[in-house]
C-alpha cells in the first residue's frame, strides 16, 4: 500500500526534537530560545509536539528547566503537547504544569531500564501504574513510550511477545496510546512490518506511534514498511536530531522535514508545510552550535530547480 497513491491519507506527525534533541545536547540551550522555537513548531501544523521531559535533572540536565518551558510557551488549541515522564514525581511535576498528555517511559530491555531509569523494569511498571491510577481522573491522555523495542544496544533482540505483554499491561491499566521506539536504530523494515502487524491485530483501540532512529540509515525505510501496516502516527525530529544519553551508539530521530517531504510526495495528508518546517530546521544548527544529518536541508526541497551548469 505504501508505494500506491496515498489519496490524501491523514498521517499524525509528532515532532520530539525539543525532548529527544535537546536531551542528548552537550550545551546548555538557553530557555528562551527551546520557547522560541515551540512556539514555531506550534504554527507548522504538527498534531502533537513533545515539549521536554520531567525527569531528575541530575539525569538530564539539558531539560532542567521543563517547568519554565511548560509554562511560558503559547499553545495552539490543535496540537497536543506532551512531556515525558518516567516517574510519580515526574507526573507530578508535568500535571502542575496542566500538560495535555504524559508520555511514560520505560524500555522493553531490563538493562535499558537499568541503565536509563534506575529501575527494573517491575519497579517501572509499578511507578507507571501508580501515575495512571493518580491522573484517571484527570483530563488528561497517558501514552507509553517503550524503548528498545526493536532491539537493545546491550541485550540484542528483544523478544515481541514481552513487548506485547507489556503494551497489553498497559492498556488494560488505561493508557490511550503507545509508541514503540527504536531507541539506537536497530530495526529493519521486515521486522517492523511483522511487529506492526501484531500490534494492530492484538490491540486494535490502542493509537500506536513509531518511534525511529536513523542511527543505520533505515528511519524512511522502516515508516514505510510500517505505513504499510496502517500505522498512521510517527514521532520525528527536526533536522534529525536526537538521542538517548543512556543507549550506547544512539543518534539522531527520523529527520522530521526529510520524513515530511517523502509523504507528502506520495500522497498523504501530514498537514505539515514543508517550507516552514525548513526555515525552522535552518535555524537549528546555529542554536546547538553542530550541523544536523537532515538531507532536505542541504539539498532543498524536490521542486527545487538549478541553473544549467557552466562548462569551464
Ligand atoms: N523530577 C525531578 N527530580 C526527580 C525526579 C523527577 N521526575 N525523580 C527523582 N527526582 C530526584 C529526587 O527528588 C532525588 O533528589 P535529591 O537527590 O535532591 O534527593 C533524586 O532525583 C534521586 O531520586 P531517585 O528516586 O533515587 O531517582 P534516581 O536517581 O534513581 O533516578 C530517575 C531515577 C527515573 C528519576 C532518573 O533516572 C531519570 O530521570 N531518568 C530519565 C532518563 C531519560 O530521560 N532518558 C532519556 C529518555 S528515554
Ligand atoms: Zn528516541
Known sequence: MSLQVANGKKLYIQEVAPRDGFQNEMQFIDTDQKIALVDRLSDAGYAKIEVTSFTSPKAIP????????????????????????????????????????INLVMSASETHNRANLRMTRAQSLAQL???????????????????????????????PYQVFELVGRFATLGAHGVTLCDTTGMAYPSQVARIAREARKLFPKL?????????????LANTLAALDEGIERFDASLGG??????????????????????????????GIREQELLD?????????????????????????????????
Do not use: Q, W
Open 241 to 270: 536530531l536526537g538521542g538517548c544519553p543512556y543507549a550506547p551508539g544512539a543518534s539522531g530521530n527520523a529527520c522530521t522535514e526529510d520524513l515530511v517531504h517523502m509523504l507528502n510526495l506520495m500522497g498523504y495528508d501530514t
Open 129 to 159: 501504574a501508580d501515575v495512571i491510577a493518580s491522573v484517571s481522573s484527570e483530563r488528561v491522555a497517558i501514552n507509553v513510550s517503550l524503548s528498545t523495542v526493536f532491539g537493545c544496544p546491550m541485550e540484542g533482540d528483544i523478544d
Open 280 to 312: 525552522i530546521a535552518s535555524g537549528l544548527p546555529g542554536l546547538i552550535g553542530h550541523e544536523l544529518p537532515g538531507h532536505l536541508n542541504k539539498a532543498g526541497l524536490r521542486s527545487r530547480l538549478h541553473s544549467v551548469p557552466t562548462r569551464c
Open 207 to 219: 493509537a500506536l506511534t513509531l518511534h525511529f532512529h536513523d542511527t543505520r540509515g533505515m528511519a
Open 62 to 101: 539539558a531539560l532542567r528547566d521543563a517547568e519554565e518551558v511548560m509554562h511560558r510557551i503559547r499553545r495552539n488549541p490543535d496540537v497536543v503537547y506532551t512531556v515525558l515522564v518516567p516517574n510519580v514525581r515526574g507526573a507530578e511535576r508535568a500535571m502542575e504544569c496542566k500538560v495535555d498528555e
